[in-house]
């Protein structure tokens, strides 16, 4: 990602899910990589492994829209009521 690639980052962290399936950082990347419903997909599992990740909720309401996108930001508020989003 940091390199711009987003199809290899995508990539790469499908590959590390086959080593580490519950990992809800290799689903962030894809969802970093990704856009539109791949992305909140991608945000949307790694939320079904970690939903207490604040980050992942403000991550998730960064592609969504309408009532989907007030959810995740208020979800990601009540979490870290200090920060609430990025």
């Known amino acids: 990602l ?3 690639d ?3 980052a995508a990539a790469d962290a499908r590959r590390a899910l086959r080593f580490a399936p519950f990992s809800s950082d290799a689903w962030r990347v894809v969802g970093e990589a990704e856009q539109g419903g791949a992305a909140r997909a991608a945000f949307r599992r790694a939320l079904e492994l970690d939903p207490r990740d604040w980050s992942l ?13 007030r ?3 208020a979800e990601a508020a009540r979490l870290n009521p200090l920060g609430g989003s990025r």
């Open 6 to 8: 987003r199809a290899a």
């Open 57 to 69: 909720w403000a991550s998730l309401a960064a592609v969504s829209k309408g009532e989907p996108r």
């Open 2 to 4: 940091r390199r711009g």
């Open 71 to 73: 959810l995740a930001r």
